[in-house]
């Protein structure tokens, strides 16, 4: 919550610059990393930490369940994508 409200009270300035959109690397020219451990989460999130933007997608299975949970997160950054197994960690 802190850092979310800092953002909002100050965002950074680069956050408004114009930027040409960047095209994506070709699947074979981008490391694919499944991530189902603390060590490799800690890992993912130091190599994240540089990025200007990153996309995520969360994949919920609710199968015989009501409100279902999340199973699979799919995060990716111009460098790099990472598949966490939610259920392992």
């Given at each position: 919550e802190v850092e979310i409200r800092a953002a909002l009270e100050?965002?950074?300035?680069?956050?408004?610059?114009?930027?040409?959109?960047?095209?994506?690397?070709?699947?074979n020219e981008v490391p694919c990393t499944w991530v189902d451990s603390v060590d490799l989460l800690r890992k993912m999130c130091a190599e994240?930490?540089?990025?200007?933007?990153?996309a995520v997608d969360l994949e919920n299975h609710s199968y015989r369940s009501f409100q279902g949970f999340c199973c699979l997160m799919q995060v990716s950054s111009s460098t790099a994508d990472y598949l966490v197994d939610a259920l392992a960690l």
């Open positions: 100050s965002p950074p300035a680069w956050l408004f610059e114009a930027s040409e959109p960047a095209k994506p690397k070709p699947l994240l930490a540089g990025e200007r933007a990153i």
